[in-house]
């Protein structure tokens, strides 16, 4: 039997999940029942409503919830066996007995509440199970490198905002298998993320070639496809390429693997953010770690825009300058080439994707429909196939 007093007493003196105490489904919760306890009937029903409504906005079931908030929290237990350091036994006897306070105060029954509210009126109900916290969250302690903690166990996509790494709420859902042909190419890009994934040497990666040809989408569906193996995905745009050293030193001692990608690719021929980029590719001490990689795309082989103006310039050793400036995309352990489809290919991505949109068109006419489309956007590539057969998907319906 559950001694309310005392489990509300045990919550304010949590060390290592310390920080539930102040997420507001649980600061509500507690909030309810101290007032339950010392009488205050009229606040209690308030202070009810107020849990009920940040319960609602997440789960109807308390247990579920606060489970969720247990395995999910970054704290210093969570810390130390990420970085594969010893707890000790005075913590690991501080954390068994907050896995047990908190699995006994989330299945309280809402029934025993409402009792001592005395309430003629409707209160809500939620829900609770048994669930055993100490057994789940060794489990998931043993799976750290593959579900992580705080922020990145509940998230697989990120960019930097104002310095700090931050969660996209809602990704781009691409995933492999809604991509069609290149297979070659993305076997190599592939094959380099699962050795990551597998703790093996991984090489930073350049997918070069034409507009539309699936690079972008390729580093994305495979940050969609191997997630739930442990890999996590940090979007950069060029201008922040100076986070990096930063980046790592956050994320360096984290038990996941991490690809930091960098869409759209170049340099001018005095850019600041040359120099960021060439550090961490040439192995720079503040810019390495084993457990992240760099993927770039790029419309450009060289990387960088050169124009004729720089060669006639004034430098004494003015070819050592450009043949570091154009040397850029050869420091990339990998570099893969998407090329732009040709009549053949385009219409098989076509074909493919009319079957996934289950288009009723008949094949000819398709065809000949998609060859115009493409003419009149200018060329062939599967981002004008994709295109092409969802305007025919929303013309159908």
Do not use: W
């Not at 559950?2 to 997420?23: C, H, V």
């Not at 191997?226 to 984290?254: C, D, F, M, W």
């Amino acid at each position: 039997m559950y001694d309310i007093k005392l489990l509300l007493e045990q919550t304010k003196t949590l060390i290592i999940f310390r920080n539930l105490r102040f997420e507001p489904v649980f600061r509500t919760y507690t909030d309810a029942l101290e007032k339950i306890m010392i009488g205050d009937r009229i606040n209690a029903v308030e202070a009810y409503s107020d849990f009920i409504f940040e319960l609602f906005s997440h789960s109807d079931n308390l247990t579920e919830y606060i489970l969720k908030l247990v395995l999910e929290d970054e704290n210093l237990y969570t810390l130390k066996k990420g970085e594969n350091k010893p707890t000790g036994t005075l913590l690991d006897e501080c954390l068994a007995n907050e896995l047990e306070v908190l699995q006994e105060i989330s299945q309280i029954p809402c029934e025993d509440i409402i009792s001592k509210l005395d309430f003629k009126g409707f209160l809500p109900h939620y829900n609770i199970y048994q669930a055993d916290f100490s057994k789940i969250y060794a489990d998931r302690i043993h799976s750290i490198s593959e579900f992580g903690y705080g922020i990145y166990s509940q998230y697989h996509v990120f960019v930097i905002k104002e310095g700090k790494i931050t969660p996209v709420e809602y990704p781009d859902s691409i995933r492999l298998c809604e991509l069609h042909n290149y297979e070659t190419e993305r076997s190599q890009v592939i094959a380099n993320t699962m050795a990551l994934i597998n703790g093996k040497p991984a090489n930073n990666v350049l997918l070069y070639g034409d507009c539309g040809t699936g690079k972008s989408s390729t580093v994305k569906a495979i940050a969609n496809e191997y997630y739930t193996k442990g890999l996590r995905l940090i979007e950069l745009k060029k201008k922040q390429l100076h986070e990096i050293p930063a980046i790592v030193e956050t994320i360096s001692k984290n038990p996941l693997k991490f690809i930091i990608f960098i869409d759209d690719l170049s340099f001018t021929e005095d850019d600041d953010d040359f120099a960021a980029l060439k550090a961490i590719l040439e192995g720079s001490v503040s810019s390495t770690a084993s457990n992240l990689v760099i993927y770039a795309t790029s419309n450009r082989r060289h990387l960088v825009r050169e124009t004729f103006s720089a060669r006639q310039g004034d430098e004494i050793h003015f070819k050592d300058t450009m043949q570091e400036l154009l040397s850029l995309s050869n420091r990339f352990g990998l570099t893969v080439t998407f090329q732009k489809p040709d009549k053949k290919v385009y219409l098989d991505v076509v074909e493919k994707l009319a079957k996934q949109y289950e288009l009723t068109v008949p094949t000819d006419e398709l065809m000949l429909k998609a060859e115009a489309y493409a003419l009149s956007r200018g060329g062939r590539s599967p981002r004008v196939a994709k295109q092409f057969v969802e305007y025919m998907a929303g013309c159908e319906q």
